[in-house]
C-alpha cells in the first residue's frame, strides 16, 4: 500500500512540474524587455568580416527600458533614443542626424518581433517603412529594413545588415 502511495504522490508531482514547464513556456515574455542586450559597440559584419569601428553605440537611458544610441555612418553622425513606452505597451524611436534631420517611428509587434513604422511621402507617393533589430542572441543581431508601397498588405526588403556586439 506504502508504495501505490508513494507512486501516486511521485506521478502528481512529475505531472505538476510538467505542467509548469508548459506554462512557462507558453507564458509570453514581458515586450518591456526586448532590447535588455541593447546596450554595447555593435558593429557590422560585412562578407563575413566585422568592422573594425562601431557602426552605432548603445548606452542606457533614464530608465531600464530607455536607451540612446549614436549612429556614425560616412557622411553622417546621428542620436537616436528607443524607449519602452509604458502608457502605449509598445517600443517608440526618435531619429536625429547632425544636418536636421528628425523621425520619430511608432513601434509594433508582430510575431515576435518589434518593428519601428514611419511613413513618408517620396515624390508625392505615400511609402510605409519599417525596420526590425532582432537579437539572434546576447552579441549578435540583425537589421532589417523594408519599405511597402501598398499601406503594408506587401513588403520589399531594402536591406538585411548583421550586427555582433563588441567585447
Known amino acids: ?8 504522490v511521485l506521478a502528481l508531482l512529475i505531472g505538476s512540474i510538467f505542467a509548469q514547464g508548459i506554462c512557462a513556456q507558453d507564458a509570453p515574455k514581458d515586450d518591456s524587455r526586448y532590447y535588455d542586450s541593447w546596450v554595447g559597440k555593435w558593429f557590422a559584419v560585412v562578407d563575413g568580416k566585422t568592422a573594425k569601428d562601431p557602426k552605432f553605440v548603445v548606452t542606457q537611458g533614464f530608465n ?4 540612446e544610441e549614436i549612429w556614425i555612418s560616412e557622411g553622417y553622425i546621428s542620436k537616436a533614443w528607443r524607449g519602452w513606452n509604458s502608457q502605449d505597451k509598445r517600443w517608440d524611436f526618435a531619429w536625429v542626424t547632425d544636418d536636421g534631420l528628425f523621425q520619430i517611428w511608432e513601434g509594433k509587434k508582430l510575431g515576435g518581433t518589434w518593428y519601428m513604422y514611419k511613413t513618408f511621402n517620396i515624390k508625392g ?3 510605409l517603412s519599417r525596420q526590425a533589430f532582432v537579437m ?4 549578435t543581431m540583425i ?7 501598398d499601406k503594408g498588405k506587401t513588403w520589399q526588403l531594402r536591406f538585411k545588415e548583421k550586427y555582433v556586439k563588441g567585447k
Open 136 to 139: 539572434e542572441n546576447d552579441r
Open 1 to 8: 500500500m506504502k508504495s501505490k502511495n508513494t507512486l501516486g
Open 64 to 67: 531600464k527600458n530607455a536607451y
Open 125 to 127: 507617393e505615400e511609402v
Open 143 to 149: 537589421r532589417t529594413s523594408e519599405h511597402s508601397k
